[in-house]
């Protein structure tokens, strides 16, 4: 059996509110090291808000988030930006410097977290590059490559630290679907190098319950539902099956 190299994420009762909207209303989930869950659900209920929270960019009203153990609602100012070299985010629009090439982009979580040399840095970046197909795009800025190859610049970004954790905000959205199928199949490719444990944000059901171990679907501001992938698909709750088959009639209201 491969050593699983990741950390394990816990959340525990996690409620978050913005104003009179409540968007997280008591979230518990497990994820085991090296394991890659996939989160879905509707659009605008919560999943990125989810990941905000695990990654320390967001603090809870109320609940824990458990990294191995510790929680990273008690981490503040220095200690949590020490922590957050062992995450990699890959923003649902990329969030590539627009005044950075390729290469700076890429770049700049080594300058910024580790105390790497110039040479190493260039060689981290070039073999980061190629592992997502990007050799030959170092100088270009984002304004200046397609949106899949911001995509891509974007995930080389996030694995360039050898993170343990990875989050992945909607990586495909706005991919057509061949680039998105071969964005998946990279991730896919990644993990199984790196052994991160992950938390990936999608809309490309089913594709993408062929490359995770699990799946939870959040609704209403908490977990309704988890299991592997052949357990959510073969799921007779209706709220589920509504969402999974894309149908418009069902107990979820579209307006």
């Known amino acids: 059996m ?4 990741g950390k394990m994420i816990r959340l525990e009762d996690l409620h978050k509110s913005f104003g009179e909207r409540g968007v997280l209303r008591g979230v518990s989930l497990q994820v085991k090291k090296g394991e ?14 989810l990941l905000k929270h695990v990654s320390g960019l967001m603090q809870p009203d109320r609940g824990h988030v458990l990294i191995d153990g510790k929680d990273m609602c008690c981490l503040k100012g220095r200690a949590l930006r020490r922590f ?11 969030a590539l410097f627009d005044y950075m090439t390729v290469f700076d982009n890429v770049a700049f979580p080594l300058r910024k977290k580790t105390r790497l040399i110039e040479k190493e840095i260039r060689e981290k970046v070039h073999h980061g590059l190629y592992q997502v197909g990007l050799t030959g795009a170092e100088h270009k800025y984002p304004a ?26 909607e990586p495909t959205t706005g ?13 896919d490719s990644c993990h199984k190098n790196l052994r991160f444990t992950g938390i990936l944000v999608t809309h490309q059901i089913p594709r993408v319950f062929e490359i ?11 977990i309704l539902t988890q299991g592997s992938p052949q357990e959510i698909l073969s799921s007779t709750d209706p709220i589920v099956k509504q969402f999974i088959n894309g149908d418009i009639e069902g107990p979820i209201q579209y307006h």
């Open 212 to 222: 995770v171990d699990r799946v939870a679907m959040l609704h209403e501001g908490a």
């Open 175 to 187: 991919l057509d679907p061949i680039i998105a199928h071969a964005m998946l199949n990279l991730i």
């Open 36 to 49: 890659v869950v996939a989160l879905i659900g509707r659009s605008g209920y919560g999943k990125s808000v």
């Open 2 to 5: 491969q050593l699983r190299r």
């Open 84 to 94: 957050s070299i062992h995450f990699g985010f890959v923003f649902q629009r990329g």
């Open 144 to 169: 200046e490559i397609s949106g899949g190859m911001i995509k891509r610049t974007a995930l080389a970004r996030a694995l360039v630290t050898e993170p343990e954790i990875m989050l992945l905000d």
